[in-house]
């Protein structure tokens, strides 16, 4: 019996990732597999239907201020949740909610969003001095490439590393509100403070600016 709920399993996850890699030949198994990572997806798409009220069924939000997690990295949505559990991020309601989902769950949860076809921008709010900044940086205020870190296309770098989020596609208005708080003080559970230091000396004209051209790709 135990055998054959293994192999019902398995099965079920062989089907998630196929569906997941057919829905865009550009992503490889593995790459999807990296991405979803120990989780189950099919378990998780149930599991995730309180999530799926704010962020949509296939991660995709309605809501600009309310963040796309379609294709996220599933060690990425991990590190959130748990970083609102503890405190290091604070959300009146997310903090509220991550506090109920136990790590068993949270794998599955976030390998089901991951399992999705990853957030696309419209391809417009292209700005010249935006896509210098995120290609190139400024080296006179130590600000590094954007694009070093989270893909020439907004996509991520690595699918296994929860520091280099997905940002290509994601909300305008929620690109906006990050960037503002990580320039003012008031989110900073980025690694080392990475994303304070990136956004210290950003204008306010400047993330405008970043805030279009990411969500576009």
Same mark, same amino acid.
């Given at each position: 019996?135990?055998?054959?709920?293994?192999? !019902?399993?398995?099965?079920?996850?062989?089907? #998630?990732?196929?569906?997941?890699?057919?829905?865009?030949? =550009?992503?490889?198994? @593995?790459?999807?597999?990296?991405? !979803?990572?120990?989780? @189950?997806?099919?378990?998780?798409? =149930?599991?995730?239907?309180?999530?799926?009220?704010?962020?949509?069924?296939?991660?995709?939000?309605?809501?600009?201020?309310?963040?796309?997690?379609?294709?996220?990295?599933?060690?990425?949505?991990?590190?959130?949740?748990?970083?609102?559990?503890?405190?290091?991020?604070?959300?009146?309601?997310? #903090?509220?909610?991550?506090?109920?989902?136990?790590?068993?769950?949270?794998?599955?949860?976030?390998?089901?969003?991951? #399992?999705?076809?990853?957030?696309?921008? +419209?391809?417009?709010?292209? +700005? &010249?001095?935006?896509? @210098?900044?995120?290609?190139?940086?400024?080296?006179?205020?130590?600000?590094?490439?954007?694009? =070093?870190?989270?893909?020439? +296309?907004?996509?991520?770098?690595?699918?296994?590393?929860?520091?280099?989020?997905?940002?290509?596609?994601? $909300?305008?208005?929620?690109? $906006?509100?990050? *960037?503002? $708080?990580?320039?003012?003080?008031?989110?900073?559970? #980025?690694? @080392?403070?990475?994303? +304070?230091?990136?956004?210290?000396?950003?204008?306010? &004209?400047?993330?405008?600016? *970043?805030?279009?051209?990411?969500?576009?790709?």
């Amino acid at each position: 019996m135990i055998r054959t709920q293994y192999y !019902i399993a398995i099965c079920l996850i062989s089907a #998630s990732l196929l569906v997941a890699t057919t829905a865009y030949a =550009s992503a490889s198994v @593995n790459e999807v597999k990296q991405r !979803i990572g120990n989780g @189950n997806p099919v378990a998780g798409k =149930s599991k995730s239907e309180l999530c799926q009220g704010c962020h949509g069924e296939f991660g995709l939000s309605a809501e600009d201020l309310i963040p796309n997690l379609a294709g996220q990295y599933a060690s990425y949505i991990a590190k959130q949740l748990r970083n609102f559990q503890s405190g290091a991020r604070k959300h009146e309601i997310m #903090s509220a909610m991550a506090k109920t989902i136990s790590d068993a769950e949270l794998n599955d949860i976030t390998a089901y969003f991951a #399992s999705q076809k990853k957030m696309q921008g +419209n391809g417009k709010g292209g +700005n &010249a001095v935006a896509k @210098n900044l995120f290609l190139h940086g400024d080296a006179k205020r130590d600000i590094p490439a954007c694009a =070093s870190c989270h893909g020439v +296309n907004g996509k991520g770098q690595a699918p296994n590393v929860a520091t280099y989020p997905v940002i290509g596609g994601q $909300h305008k208005a929620y690109l $906006h509100a990050q *960037l503002a $708080h990580w320039r003012d003080g008031e989110r900073s559970n #980025s690694p @080392n403070g990475m994303m +304070n230091k990136v956004a210290k000396t950003l204008t306010d &004209a400047e993330i405008e600016a *970043l805030a279009g051209y990411l969500s576009g790709l």
